[in-house]
């Protein structure tokens, strides 16, 4: 579970799929681009260490999240074990899917490039990750910010001529 860079990373090569009859079904990701390798938080490496050794099913194709009776986790059961555990912690209105979209915010937030949120999506087009990034506009700002540092470290003195009126003058030198 650990990579060459030192963090934990996950492949995947499978996914979970809905079915007209309120069950899930594994199969291969919708794309080549689903199958992949994904890094995740150090700080989440322990929990699922935990997760796997107590919940999933044993072995590396094994599924990280198991039936009650073994296999696919259908829709209903995790369902009921997913609201538990938000009235654990006293939340509310809070859908699965939106780990994905808060990680993937997080993603974005923190200056993935359209390529790497497609890559940790496991999406093989740009639509999906352009609303991540829209999420995270107000790095204007930030951008700005940074910009300007940039360009301060390398800031000409505030009377040295800059590049343009030094060949205007030239021109005009010669023109004369």
């Known amino acids: 579970m650990t990579s060459t860079w030192g963090g934990p990373y996950r492949l995947v090569r499978r996914a979970c799929a809905k079915t007209p009859t309120d069950g899930l079904t594994v199969k291969a990701p919708k794309s080549a681009a689903g199958v992949r390798t994904v890094a995740f938080p150090a700080?989440?490496?322990e929990?699922?260490?935990n997760h796997l050794a107590e919940y999933a099913d044993a072995g590396r194709t094994g599924l990280v999240f198991v039936g009650a009776r073994g296999?696919?986790?259908r829709r209903n059961d995790f369902r009921r074990i997913w609201l538990r555990a938000l009235?654990?912690?006293?939340l509310d209105d809070v859908h699965f899917h939106d780990l994905r979209h808060t990680g993937n915010?997080?993603?974005a937030t923190g200056g993935a490039s359209t390529r790497e949120l497609m890559h940790r999506m496991g999406h093989s087009s740009v639509r999906a990750a352009l609303i991540y990034q829209h999420l995270v506009n107000g790095r204007d700002h930030a951008i700005a910010?940074?910009?300007?540092?940039?360009i301060r470290k390398v800031k000409r003195p505030p009377h040295s001529p800059s590049g343009t009126s030094v060949a205007r003058r030239r021109r005009a030198a010669e023109n004369d």
Do not use: R, W
């Not at 009235?87 to 006293?90: E, I, L, N, Y």
């Open 43 to 45: 700080s989440l490496a």
């Open 87 to 90: 009235a654990a912690t006293g």
């Open 71 to 73: 296999g696919v986790l």
């Open 47 to 49: 929990e699922l260490a």
């Open 145 to 150: 910010d940074y910009v300007d540092g940039q």
């Open 105 to 107: 915010t997080l993603a």
